[in-house]
């Protein structure tokens, strides 16, 4: 099977810097993504990151480190519209196929 | 334009009565899932299909099924909703290679009367 462990909440404030991190444990690992999700939305992609390393995309970074089975999102100069919940996900291939697989989100806060 | 659509948006259906959600794409991505995701929870995933081939995730109850009759197109059933199906199903399209990066659509949300 799969897990993933993230924090269920943080808060932070505008303009600051946050990192969300995700544990996993997978068999037919390919890679860790994450993802956006504002209430009463669908899911948007936000990084993906297959190899170690940091991975940048604007204000939002990822990283992984495959030894370790950990990644963390970096979310810079914190806005309000960035207040959503954010997912790990895990893209594995096993017999059963292709799979993505999410952890339980972190709900991100931001205040003024 | 829209890439992943799903109709409809809202469904309410009986207790019992079996109803059908239906998702399409115009990626041309290999694999669509489809999940479900009760408030405040992550997404769950039911089962996907890499082209043609069905994967049912082991803890799928058997009151879903799923038909993909050709490329663009992904069917869920419910054949028998229950008070505790009601949730916001979500389709997503990938390609198998690449950055894999998963598209939604915007969701059905079912709730069951």
């Known amino acids: 099977g799969q897990s993933l462990e993230q924090p269920s909440e943080v808060t932070a404030v505008e303009g600051a810097i946050v990192q969300i991190n995700c544990t996993y444990q997978t068999s037919g690992f390919y890679g860790l993504s994450w993802y956006q999700q504002h209430d009463g939305g669908a899911p948007t992609f936000l990084s993906y990151n297959g190899l170690d390393g940091l991975e940048e995309t604007g204000r939002f970074s990822s990283f992984l480190s495959r030894s370790d089975s950990y990644g963390y999102l970096l979310l810079q100069e914190l806005q309000m519209k960035d207040s959503a919940s954010y997912f790990c996900?895990?893209?594995?291939?096993?017999?059963?196929?292709?799979?993505?697989?999410f952890g339980g989100g972190t709900r991100l806060m931001v205040k003024p | 334009d829209a890439m992943v659509i799903q109709n409809p948006r809202y469904q309410v259906t009986q207790f019992g009565k079996p109803v059908t959600l239906s998702c399409s794409q115009t990626?041309?991505?290999?694999?669509m899932y489809w999940y479900q995701q009760k408030s405040s929870q992550a997404p769950k995933l039911l089962f996907h299909?890499?082209?043609?081939?069905?994967?049912n995730e082991a803890d799928t109850p058997d009151n879903f099924q799923s038909r993909r009759p050709n490329t663009s197109f992904c069917f869920l059933d419910i054949r028998s909703p229950g008070l505790g199906d009601a949730a916001m199903y979500l389709c997503?399209?990938?390609?198998?290679?690449?950055?894999?990066?998963?598209?939604f659509g915007q969701g059905t949300r079912l709730t069951v009367v």
């Open positions: 299909y890499y082209d043609k081939d069905f994967n």
């Open positions: 996900a895990v893209r594995a291939h096993n017999n059963a196929g292709n799979m993505l697989t």
């Open positions: 990626l041309n991505h290999n694999v």
């Open positions: 997503a399209t990938s390609r198998l290679q690449g950055t894999t990066e998963a598209f």
